[in-house]
């Protein structure tokens, strides 16, 4: 079983950054015995903002955090990078939730691997 620890700072539009870095998240989720944790800071905060409308056969990065969460992933957002951009605890998207730079630092001692995006 292996640790792997996403963290994402990019925008959820305009680079596909957060994109690939939770596409791989996502297939790594799927794999039994793995433990995936995604942590969203600087502008990557607005992945988990929930009612993304994105045009149809455009990806959405809401429900891309879902296909880690329903896998049992975590999902945390910088609660400053929240702060910074006015995004509430209520605007989160279901199953990624409010965190801070001390759960980051735990994450980080707690992964094999640290992959950022």
Not at 20 to 41: D, P, Q, T
Not at 43 to 63: F, H, S, W
Not at 98 to 103: C, G, I, M
């Amino acid at each position: 079983m292996s640790q792997h620890l996403f963290i994402l700072n990019d925008p959820p539009y305009g680079t596909e950054r957060s994109y690939n870095g939770l596409r791989l998240a996502a297939s790594i989720a799927k794999r039994e015995g793995e433990e995936v944790r995604v942590f969203l800071m600087g502008d990557a905060a607005a992945c988990a903002k929930k009612g993304q409308i994105t045009p149809n056969g455009y990806y959405n990065l809401e429900r891309m955090l879902k296909g880690v969460t329903v896998r049992h992933g975590l999902v945390g957002v910088c609660g400053t990078c929240m702060d910074a951009r006015g995004i509430t605890e209520p605007e989160l998207a279901e199953g990624c939730r409010r965190s801070t730079l001390e759960e980051l630092t735990d994450w980080t001692l707690w992964a094999d691997q640290v992959l950022v995006f």
